[in-house]
Nanobody, 118 residues
């Protein structure tokens, strides 16, 4: 099992910045990709950004150029730097870790609320 704990959410004005962090514990050696998803009220959960063990990144089109995902494998932590936040990005942000072991397994944190005021 893998446990994920997020931190860094909060209230910010539109145009502001926040940095989210997620630390993994447990069977961390089984993880390859880590990422951030978000879910706004009434919407489906969507991918924001992901990063592989080797540092390759992927971003949702809506956040390219404003968000940066990074990863420190020495402390099993992934960060999401969010700049120029928009009101419509208010959501619960979830950390995700994927393990390809066996049939594959996705682990999720409990989520951290990001509220962007206009």
């Amino acid at each position: 099992q893998v446990q994920l704990v997020e931190s860094g959410g909060g209230l910010v004005q539109a145009g502001g910045s926040l940095r989210l962090s997620c630390t993994a514990s447990g069977r961390v050696f089984s993880i390859n990709n880590m990422g951030w998803y978000r879910q706004a009220p009434g919407n489906q959960r969507e991918l924001v950004a992901s990063i592989t063990n080797g540092g390759s990144t992927k971003y949702a089109d809506t956040v390219k150029g404003r968000f940066t995902i990074s990863r420190d494998n020495t402390v099993n932590t992934v960060h999401l730097q969010m700049n120029d936040l928009k009101a419509e990005e208010t959501a619960v942000y979830y950390c995700n870790a994927h393990s390809p072991s066996g049939f594959g397994m996705d682990y999720w944190g409990k989520g951290t609320l990001v509220t962007v005021s206009s």
